[in-house]
């Protein structure tokens, strides 16, 4: 079974003005074995940008800015564990 992950990082012109493009190249500058990043259209999540969404996981990140993608590289892709204080409040109500 395979147990590839993708991230998708809208690059739709609201999530482009807020720093979208930054977000997509810094996942690509550290790659992660298994992990495909991609950029992808619109979301559909306008105005909380910029979106990460992380597949097959169906775990929304809000928000993000590049500063913090090796936070989400480290503790979600590598060690498994959703970044909390990132999560999307719509998709991830806190408990």
Same mark, same amino acid.
């Given at each position: 079974?395979?147990?590839?992950?993708t991230?998708?990082? &809208?690059?739709?012109? #609201? &999530?482009?003005?807020? %720093?979208?493009?930054?977000?997509?190249? +810094? $996942?690509?500058?550290?790659?992660?074995? %298994? !992990?495909? =990043?991609?950029?992808? *259209?619109?979301? %559909? @999540?306008?105005?909380?940008?910029?979106?990460? /969404? !992380? /597949?097959?996981?169906?775990?929304?990140? *809000?928000?993000v800015? +590049?500063?913090?993608?090796? =936070? !989400?590289?480290? @503790?979600?892709? /590598? &060690? %498994?564990?959703? =970044? #909390? @204080?990132?999560?999307?409040?719509? $998709?991830?109500?806190? +408990?």
């Amino acid at each position: 079974m395979s147990n590839n992950k993708t991230i998708r990082v &809208c690059q739709n012109r #609201t &999530c482009r003005k807020q %720093g979208a493009k930054e977000v997509l190249a +810094a $996942f690509k500058a550290s790659p992660v074995s %298994g !992990v495909n =990043v991609e950029g992808s *259209s619109c979301l %559909g @999540q306008c105005g909380n940008g910029p979106m990460v /969404l !992380v /597949l097959p996981d169906m775990v929304w990140y *809000s928000g993000v800015q +590049a500063s913090e993608v090796p =936070v !989400v590289i480290k @503790q979600h892709l /590598l &060690c %498994g564990e959703k =970044v #909390t @204080q990132m999560l999307y409040y719509r $998709f991830h109500p806190q +408990a």
